[in-house]
């Protein structure tokens, strides 16, 4: 390394020396991603632009006045991370260091002479000039720099306030790495907790598309974040009948995850099964509001819907959800399910949802999705909208799959260079 002659000399002769070792010293230090590893760096620049005899570090976080830690210590054999490792490092009571520390000022010392007694002697015995600078946080010097010569007067006043700056500026460097690698662990953990809810909450799916006669069933399942409110169920029922759920839990990721999970268990613990979707809608908002919802704010939209091709008919009711879009493929009839509407699940305990019945006729086919389908944007700001699902019905397509695969092909040029803000959930059933 190519040190200035005096780093310090703020002539202007010595600008480009000073610069030149600045750049040098700022470069290592950005390579360096542990806070340990830039102090090592640190302190071996600044001992070769400034020659000391010891140096060491203390600090008051956590302690009162008098007391202060020793957290770095240049004749010390073995380094002690102070971050993980402080219940390793001393604490003292008192003496020079304490006063110094809580004196919140820089201090320059020309004749050291240290009481045996003080618990500072062990450190700063031989030394006879010191230089200590504090390091600035919220106000107060919650640690502080002391460096050492064993000669007298061997630190310049005028030197002084390039070193507090300089030494201030390292401090909130190596903490702002620390923070960093904090938030990093942080984010790690609840990423991983994440990851796990949404394993767990993908197991309260249906493993498996059901298998009902004369009728074909596809579903798409996409979660904006790792965990998602949306839901989605299938309940076969006697006499070949399917029940289909589809609902959209309030909020986003874990809390929304929750609310599904709470729903799932009320929908699996029901004694009878869901064959009447107004009286199913009910009971599912008695016990969400009664037990859950309630002391959150939180609430969910539903739709639940019986198949019979057997009988050709469609029984439904909603609790404020997005009404479903229908395609009579017999004689290219549409139709939006808005007839049951209702408040959404775990407003009101004592709501009662009533359900329509309509005619559920061969190659019809219906789509029902949440919110995060319709409302997504493109890059334009522009909404998807039910209309381009509608599009997309008007062609009668020999399968659920197909006509699932066309709306998804749809949406995905739309939005294409987006990101999602919401889950995206589609069910497809055709009467076949």
């Not at 030494?167 to 990423?191: C, H, I, M, P, Y």
């Not at 699996?268 to 009286?279: D, K």
């Amino acid at each position: 390394m190519t040190v200035a002659p005096d780093f310090f000399d703020t002539e202007p002769r010595n600008w480009r020396a000073r610069l030149a070792v600045s750049v040098e010293v700022m470069r290592e230090l950005s390579r360096s991603t542990d806070p340990q590893e830039m102090y090592a760096v640190f302190t071996r620049r600044i001992s070769q632009l400034f020659p000391l005899s010891r140096h060491l570090t203390i600090a008051r976080r956590g302690l009162h006045d008098p007391e202060y830690r020793v957290v770095r210590y240049s004749m010390w054999k073995e380094s002690v991370n102070p971050w993980k490792e402080s219940h390793r490092l001393p604490v003292h009571h008192g003496g020079i260091l304490a006063q110094l520390l809580y004196g919140d000022q820089p201090r320059v010392i020309d004749n050291l002479n240290i009481d045996p007694d003080d618990p500072a002697a062990e450190y700063l015995v031989g030394q006879r000039s010191l230089l200590a600078i504090p390091h600035f946080e919220h106000g107060v010097a919650s640690s502080m720099v002391v460096i050492t010569r064993d000669d007298t007067a061997t630190f310049p006043r005028e030197r002084v306030a390039d070193l507090v700056l300089l030494s201030n500026l390292f401090a909130r460097a190596t903490q702002t790495v620390v923070l960093s690698q904090a938030v990093k662990e942080a984010f790690d953990g609840l990423d991983y907790e994440l990851r796990s809810i949404a394993e767990i909450q993908k197991s309260l799916l249906p493993a498996e598309k059901p298998k009902v006669p004369n009728l074909d069933v596809a579903v798409h399942y996409q979660t904006a974040k790792r965990a998602g409110g949306d839901y989605y169920d299938f309940f076969p029922l006697p006499n070949d009948r399917l029940g289909v759920l589809i609902a959209d839990a309030s909020g986003h990721g874990a809390p929304a995850a929750v609310l599904m999970a709470v729903a799932h268990s009320i929908a699996h613990t029901r004694p009878e099964p869901p064959q009447s979707p107004g009286e199913f809608l009910t009971y599912m908002n008695a016990h969400l509001t009664r037990r859950y919802t309630r002391p959150t704010g939180s609430f969910m939209t539903a739709f639940y819907a019986v198949f019979d091709p057997t009988n050709g008919t469609l029984s439904y009711a909603s609790a404020g959800h997005n009404p479903p879009r229908l395609l009579r493929c017999a004689d290219g009839f549409k139709l939006a399910l808005n007839r049951a509407q209702k408040l959404p699940l775990g407003i009101k305990p004592d709501e009662v949802y009533l359900e329509q019945t309509l005619p559920l006729l061969p190659g019809d086919q219906v789509v029902l999705f949440t919110d995060g389908v319709i409302e997504a944007v493109n890059t334009e700001g522009d909404v998807f909208g039910s209309a381009r699902i509608d599009e997309e019905l008007e062609t009668c397509l020999p399968s659920a799959g197909a006509l699932l695969r066309a709306i998804l092909a749809s949406h995905s040029l739309f939005t294409a260079g987006t990101t999602p803000a919401d889950d995206r959930t589609l069910v497809v059933v055709k009467r076949t």
